[in-house]
């Protein structure tokens, strides 16, 4: 007897949830399409139902995420300055300000103790690194993060009294922000290197490269960041893992002005051939233009948007704008991505640094679409993934950045505003692209790659969220 089929021959199915069963069908010949879905939360009960009472509260929270919103993404950065920490932000002497969530002495990692450790030494405050720890211990050296003090600085982040600090200032909305000069590459101190060539470069740069550019740009009367920004990623940069477009376009801006304050002074060359040759060296100044256009969006109650992303080493953090200056910190995880000769995973140190400010108003690996040659660079594929990643983080975010906008998606903006909210739905947390340090103190730097913010940090912020409305 014939057998009577079940479905008609044209039957098309579609997959919801575990790809197993997509692809055994896929393997008989049979027309399938698969819908990846997960549930909610992952599934736990707690934080679903903290969610639905968030919802309960959607239109009041969605208002509040769309003011925060316009305060993050509609800021005007100007690079207007560069001068000692201690006049720019009034630095008392006997503070070093470090990357990340506060974090105790007994806590830091290697690479960051081993900075805090030179940067001592640099300011003369003590003569050798035990001399420079007891310090520490007793509290005649204050450590402090450097978002307290409305700065940004990469991956150790150190800043001290005489250290020449970018000056940012958002005449959108008044506010300043901070960040060091990028030392270029090789054995820097935000790596966590310490030889006597560190502490040379930061004596120059605080004597001769400092002084020069202070100079330079109040001659400027002010560079228009977010328009080099927007520039930038229509040639290339994501601005995190790569700046070559944002550095050259800094330069061209600022040389002038360099030639003008510096006149026929030999100063004037060493500071051209340092920047020419430093492809990172907008990065912090970058850092200190995102620091200045997300502070605008702290502050607003029930905005359960990101305001800052974190890593001391040992912690990652995030703060939200509705919570104010309140950190929700996790253990950090290790990058993953491309290491030089001579190195691997197992000599890496778990992920530290301010940088991921860039991701938080929307740059970085959010705007991979727009950069796969930073892609490839950090290990993260080429053209497909740097689109996968951009999609990915679209997810998690509010909307469209309006002037940072990416020639790859149609001159769609990037994604901007990432929402504790989504990232606890979805599961999906932000993707960071970054350097890797040596976890042995004095390595330096021993590759680049990419880094997961856990999830944790986004739960504790939504439960806080929950807590705080009425």
Not at 222 to 240: N, P, V, Y
Not at 345 to 353: R, S
Not at 401 to 420: C, K, N, S
């Amino acid at each position: 007897m014939a057998r009577t089929a079940l479905l008609p021959a044209d039957t098309r199915v579609v997959s919801v949830g575990l790809p197993l069963f997509a692809e055994a069908l896929a393997a008989l010949g049979v027309p399938v399409v698969h819908v990846e879905w997960r549930p909610p939360a992952g599934a736990d009960g707690y934080l679903v139902a903290l969610l639905e009472r968030l919802e309960a509260r959607g239109e009041a929270i969605e208002r509040a995420n769309a003011s925060a919103f316009d305060g993050l993404v509609n800021g005007l950065p100007f690079l207007v300055d560069c001068r000692p920490a201690h006049e720019a932000l009034a630095l008392p002497e006997r503070v070093v300000l470090h990357a990340g969530p506060p974090i105790e002495w007994e806590r830091m990692c290697a690479p960051m103790r081993a900075a805090v450790l030179c940067a001592i030494r640099y300011e003369g405050w003590a003569a050798n690194d035990d001399a420079g720890a007891a310090l520490v211990g007793r509290g005649d050296v204050r450590l402090e993060p450097c978002h307290h003090w409305k700065a940004a600085g990469p991956m150790t982040g150190i800043i001290t009294w005489s250290m020449p600090v970018f000056v940012v200032e958002n005449r959108a909305h008044g506010n300043r922000a901070h960040a060091t000069i990028n030392e270029g590459l090789g054995q820097v101190l935000r790596f966590g290197a310490t030889d006597d060539s560190v502490i040379a470069r930061l004596r120059w740069l605080a004597t001769e490269a400092g002084p020069l550019l202070g100079a330079a740009l109040r001659h400027s009367r002010g560079i228009d960041l977010r328009a080099l920004m927007a520039q930038a990623l229509r040639m290339g940069d994501e601005m995190h893992q790569r700046n070559v477009a944002a550095s050259a376009l800094l330069a061209r801006a600022l040389m002038p002005h360099v030639a003008r304050a510096g006149g026929r002074h030999g100063a004037v060359a060493r500071l051209a051939e340092f920047v020419a040759g430093n492809d990172q060296f907008f990065l912090n100044v970058g850092m200190a233009a995102g620091k200045a256009m997300a502070d605008p969006a702290s502050g607003v109650p029930h905005s359960t948007l990101v305001t800052a992303m974190a890593r001391n080493g040992t912690d990652f953090g995030i703060r939200v704008s509705g919570l104010g200056g309140r950190w929700f910190v996790a253990p950090v995880e290790t990058p993953v991505g491309l290491y030089f000769p001579g190195f691997g995973a197992d000599d890496a140190n778990p992920d530290l640094g301010d940088s991921a400010i860039v991701e938080t108003i929307g740059l970085g690996a959010g705007a991979m679409a727009a950069s796969p040659a930073a892609a490839r660079f950090v290990g993260a594929g080429g053209m497909a993934e740097a689109l996968a990643a951009t999609a990915e983080i679209a997810e998690i975010c509010h909307g469209e950045h309006p002037y940072f906008r990416i020639p790859t998606l149609e001159d769609r903006g990037a994604p901007a505003g990432i929402d504790v909210r989504r990232v606890v739905e979805t599961g999906i947390t932000p993707l960071i692209n970054t350097g890797i340090a040596g976890r042995t103190a004095g390595t330096g730097q021993i590759g680049a790659g990419v880094v997961r913010a856990p999830l944790a940090c986004f739960a504790q912020a939504l439960e806080a969220v929950g807590e705080s409305l009425p």
